[in-house]
């Protein structure tokens, strides 16, 4: 068989046509996924049911055709299974037990028990193998050190991420003992999901852009290459995504300073400015606006094309420069995909 179409834009080739698929592409846009969900229960339940977590995954990639599934789960379960406790508040976001002090990363469970808790992630990996469609990639992911880290010491999302850097700021030592416990704990749970069938991994960084100067080198670009080392020791081969969100010049070198094979970029940046200064090291995926699956189109068409022009001349992974959001409308989705595909 041909080898898959996003491996071999991982791997630097210039493709005719971008392959393509959508951050939380299974998501509640979908009245498929709500209905999966609701007999899931809720959310969390959803992500540690093999059987509907899979089901999930799959609905995408029947309704779209999309290039690459990506496993559903989400970045709060790793640190879940260090032992805090993890909960969804309806229509506000997550909810975490709080990790603060010395004391309290050293109660964290030890890494190898993370396993504990999140084999049931390991098995959704296992199903997917088998039942997606050949030409289909498979995506495991997890969040980076920083990234996890603001909610596990805010307990909560935030707009500024605040509580993470008074941490930061104020107890250096807590909190590199807390970047340090995620950085290893990662490149397990990653490594297991690839021994499982995960065929690349991503590395979200959401929250990226809030970190500046030295601190931006400390704690996003230097975790993201320990995992990334890590796992290429152990896996050899394995294509890594990473996504410093809205880094902006943080962008620039991201890659060689990483080991990332691709750049994932949000929409903080414009195609052209990013294809001169990031695509320039590799692949990169992006960035059309998530905006333009409510509003669809002309404007979606336009912009869609503007992407892929810019991008042509390297390797390229279409994607949004974020997660479709639950007002989208789903065949806004396949205007975009007929766009790229069809020109
Ligand atoms: O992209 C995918 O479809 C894969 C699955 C996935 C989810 N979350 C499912 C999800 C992935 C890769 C994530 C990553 C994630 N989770 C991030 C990083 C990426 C980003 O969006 O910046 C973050 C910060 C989280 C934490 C998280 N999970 C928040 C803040 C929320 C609430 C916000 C929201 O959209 O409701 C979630 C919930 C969540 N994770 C949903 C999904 C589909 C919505 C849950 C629902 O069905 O109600």
């Not at 152990?234 to 943080?250: D, L, T």
């Amino acid at each position: 068989m041909a080898e898959k179409l996003i491996l071999r834009a991982l791997r630097g080739e210039t493709l005719p046509t971008p392959p393509i698929w959508m951050m939380r592409q299974a998501g509640r846009y979908l009245p498929e996924y709500r209905a999966t969900r609701a007999q899931a229960g809720d959310f969390l339940s959803l992500c540690y049911n093999p059987e509907l977590a899979a089901e999930v995954t799959l609905q995408p990639i029947r309704r779209y055709g999309f290039d690459a599934a990506i496993l559903f789960a989400d970045i709060l379960l790793l640190p879940q299974a260090l032992g805090p406790d993890l909960w969804f508040e309806t229509g506000e976001g997550p909810r975490m037990e709080t990790t603060t002090t010395m004391e309290q990363v050293r109660a964290l469970k030890p890494t190898a028990a993370i396993h504990d808790t999140l084999s049931p992630v390991y098995e959704t990996v296992r199903i997917l193998s088998r039942e997606l469609p050949r030409e289909t990639t498979l995506i495991g992911f997890a969040g980076a050190p920083w990234t996890v880290a603001t909610y596990m010491i805010a307990g909560r999302g935030s707009k500024d991420q605040g509580a993470a850097h008074a941490l930061k700021n104020t107890d250096r030592a807590t909190f590199e003992a807390l970047i340090d416990r995620i950085t290893e704990a990662t490149v397990e749970y990653l490594s297991a999901q690839i021994e499982a069938g995960a065929e690349v991994v991503k590395l979200f960084d959401s929250w990226a852009g809030s970190l500046k100067g030295a601190d931006f080198t400390d704690f996003a670009v230097r975790p993201a290459a320990t995992i990334i080392a890590a796992l290429k020791a152990r896996h050899p081969g394995i294509p890594i995504i990473a996504f410093p969100r809205e880094a902006g010049e943080g962008y620039i070198g991201f890659a060689r300073a990483t080991g990332a094979d691709c750049v994932a970029l949000d929409n903080s940046v414009t195609p052209e400015w990013a294809a001169e200064h990031v695509q320039k090291d590799g692949c990169v995926q992006g960035n059309l606006a998530p905006e333009h699956m409510v509003t669809g189109g002309q404007a979606l068409i336009d912009a869609t094309r503007r992407v892929v022009e810019a991008f042509r001349r390297g390797p390229h992974i279409f994607n949004l420069g974020h997660g479709i959001t639950p007002d989208a409308d789903p065949a806004n989705v396949q205007l975009m995909i007929d766009t790229v595909r069809r020109g």
